[in-house]
């Protein structure tokens, strides 16, 4: 059973930065692709940052291309979401995602995950 814990989410000032982090548990080499997607009040869940785990290569949406980094420490099973010169519009749930789909593109894209943490509050403020 995957299990993904988040943690990092805070209030924070427009021009500020937070790091996120999930714990991933319970996966082995099934899991191709983990990353971030994020979801504000009234609008549709996004994907924000996605990376390989084999591989490491990283894909962005393009709205945080720039500012945001994803990064794996795969000796804690851990992922990293750095993110730079926050905006009010950045403000959402912040979910952490594993998906064995091998198409990372397509999965921060699509949103084709098969397993979600419960979630971490960011909120900018202006």
């Known amino acids: 059973q995957v299990q993904l814990v988040e943690s990092g989410g805070d209030s924070v000032q427009a021009g500020g930065s937070l790091t996120l982090s999930c714990a991933a548990s319970?996966?082995?080499?099934?899991?191709?692709?983990m990353g971030w997607f994020r979801q504000a009040p009234g609008n549709k869940r996004e994907g924000v940052a996605v990376?390989?785990?084999?591989?490491?290569?990283?894909y962005y949406a393009d709205s945080v291309k720039g500012g945001f980094t994803i990064s794996q420490d795969n000796a804690k099973n851990t992922v990293y979401l750095q993110m730079n010169n926050l905006k009010p519009e950045d403000t959402a749930m912040y979910y952490c995602a594993a998906a064995l789909f091998p198409d990372c593109a397509l999965v921060v894209d699509r949103g084709w995950a098969n397993h979600w943490g419960q979630g971490t509050q960011v909120t900018v403020s202006s």
């Open positions: 990376v390989g785990t084999a591989g490491g290569i990283a």
């Open positions: 319970g996966y082995g080499d099934t899991v191709k692709c």
